[in-house]
């Protein structure tokens, strides 16, 4: 928060534009970072206000992935079409996806245990 | 599948049939004409609209842990915009008031039957 108070950036500049130029696919002048800067802040302010009223909801104080999932439902990312699994498959690396998705790593099982 | 079919197109004469007479009063009001279009893009959208709070509003009592969507899911729909999001305070306030309201009338008369149902050969209906 302290960092977001004297102006610096919410993600590092390099990790922000190699995203951003994966997705555009042509060319990005580099004067466009400030913006994307700028709504990224944005985008995470709104982000965690959405999160902490879901989980206030359900009348928790932590936040789990059950309300990020609801977050992403009502983003329209996540649809009865597209799981959210699909979309951890989509776009994570493998090591993440390991995480969050347990049946790539409970070896024979057939129902893996949810890890929540 | 053909039933279903025409309970849509039933539901969608209900609602442009409703939109169609706010536009007509919104019209008076402030003096100027909708176009028969007009209505009609109004009402689908407000169909359209209708399924996608549904859907929030499921999600939103399942995320709860309920089966029956309550004021609290509807009040999280619109809680984005503050405008609206004070409206339906407002009007869910009113709605608890009026609600106990009825439950102290009902009360009174529920404590009433039962002095009532102290002397005999006294039939009453059950709410």
């Given at each position: ?8 950036n ?19 002048a ?17 982000l ?15 936040i ?12 329209g ?16 690396p ?23 | ?6 309970q849509k ?47 929030d ?14 004021m ?5 729909t619109?809680?984005r915009?503050?405008?609206?999001y004070n ?41």
């Amino acid at each position: 928060r302290m960092k977001r108070q004297t102006g610096n950036n919410v993600l590092p500049k390099s990790y922000v534009m190699s995203i951003f130029k994966h997705f555009a696919k042509t060319k990005v002048a580099s004067d466009v970072y400030p913006v994307i800067n700028e709504i990224l802040e944005k985008y995470f302010n709104r982000l965690a206000d959405d999160l902490e009223a879901y989980a206030t909801h359900a009348k928790r104080k932590t936040i789990e992935v059950e309300d990020f999932e609801l977050l992403m439902r009502r983003q329209g990312f996540v649809t009865d079409r597209t799981p959210v699994n699909v979309l951890i498959e989509k776009y994570l690396p493998l090591e993440y996806r390991k995480l969050l998705i347990p049946v790539a790593t409970s070896g024979n099982k057939v129902i893996p245990t949810q890890r929540r | 599948m053909d039933d279903s079919e025409a309970q849509k197109q039933r539901l969608k004469a209900a609602v442009h049939f409703s939109v169609a007479s706010l536009c007509e009063n919104i019209a008076a009001d402030s003096e100027k004409q909708f176009t028969k279009q007009t209505i009609a893009a109004i009402a689908e959208t407000a169909f359209r609209q209708c399924d996608i709070f549904a859907k929030d509003l499921e999600a939103f009592a399942r995320h709860a842990k309920r089966h029956t969507v309550t004021m609290d899911d509807v009040k999280l729909t619109a809680r984005r915009s503050t405008a609206l999001y004070n409206y339906m305070q407002q009007k869910s306030e009113e709605l608890a008031s009026n609600n106990q309201e009825l439950k102290d009338k009902r009360k009174k008369n529920a404590a009433k039957r039962k002095s009532k149902e102290m002397e005999p050969d006294e039939n009453e209906v059950e709410d």
